[in-house]
């Protein structure tokens, strides 16, 4: 780690195996109003993106304005089932205690929704420093996010290492000029072929971390 002064943390998919019930919760929801996605719809068009982002993605791919009441309908759906079924992702919390820089979290996600995904698997006291979208201009896959975390966080963008699962947050690591590790422990990228350049790590396994940064 002598090459970073800060890690950066993505949530969804990251730190909480959170998109395999985001999907569910949001096919059921979309296909009430008449529109009709499957789980790879959501995580090749969905996943890592803002809800803006996935409702614009749905006007363009389908001609439909989402109801006014359907993003608070959706939070409150997938709140409700995050309190029963989320979990964080294997090894996330050896992995925190392993790290000997700061740490933060950079989300597409509310700010209401990641401080109780938080709260719920017990990582809230781990990671208190957290930035959502909300906070800046432009959603991953834009630079803005990460560029605000590291100036939060007094560190230069060089020095800081981004850990995403999903293509937008690699791009927009990336255009902020920081290094970036694709995690794909979680449940949604189970199976898939992963599509990113050879220049980004992968790492499947939070046990594999130490040692894949001692390479760094």
């Given at each position: 780690m002598d090459d970073f002064d800060l890690v950066i943390l993505d949530c969804d998919g990251v730190l909480i195996d959170s998109?395999?019930?985001?999907?569910?919760?949001?096919?059921?929801?979309?296909?009430?109003?008449?529109?009709?996605?499957d789980f790879d719809d959501f995580r090749t068009r969905m996943v890592g993106r803002s809800f803006p982002t996935v409702a614009a993605e749905i006007r363009a791919a389908h001609g439909i304005d989402l109801p006014p009441a359907f993003e608070t309908d959706?939070?409150?759906?997938?709140?409700?089932?995050?309190?029963?079924?989320?979990?964080?992702?294997?090894?996330?919390?050896?992995?925190?205690?392993a790290l000997r820089v700061p740490a933060c979290v950079a989300t597409s996600s509310s700010p209401a929704r990641v401080a109780r995904s938080l709260e719920l698997t017990g990582l809230a006291g781990r990671l208190p420093?957290?930035?959502?979208?909300?906070?800046?201009?432009?959603?991953k896959p834009a630079p803005d996010l990460f560029l605000f975390a590291a100036r939060q966080m007094g560190v230069a963008p060089a020095r800081c290492l981004v850990i995403e699962d999903s293509l937008p947050g690699?791009?927009?690591?990336?255009?902020?000029?920081?290094?970036?590790?694709?995690?794909?422990?979680?449940?949604?990228?189970?199976?898939?072929?992963?599509?990113?350049?050879?220049?980004?790590?992968?790492?499947?396994?939070?046990?594999a971390f130490p040692a894949m940064m001692a390479r760094a």
């Open positions: 998109e395999g019930l985001s999907g569910a919760v949001l096919i059921d929801a979309l296909a009430e109003v008449g529109v009709a996605i959706y939070r409150a759906r997938l709140l409700a089932r995050f309190e029963a079924e989320l979990r964080v992702t294997p090894g996330v919390e050896a992995m925190l205690d420093h957290v930035f959502t979208a909300s906070q800046v201009a432009r959603g690699i791009e927009a690591a990336q255009a902020a000029g920081m290094a970036v590790v694709r995690y794909t422990g979680g449940v949604h990228l189970a199976g898939r072929d992963l599509k990113h350049g050879p220049e980004v790590p992968v790492l499947d396994d939070w046990r």
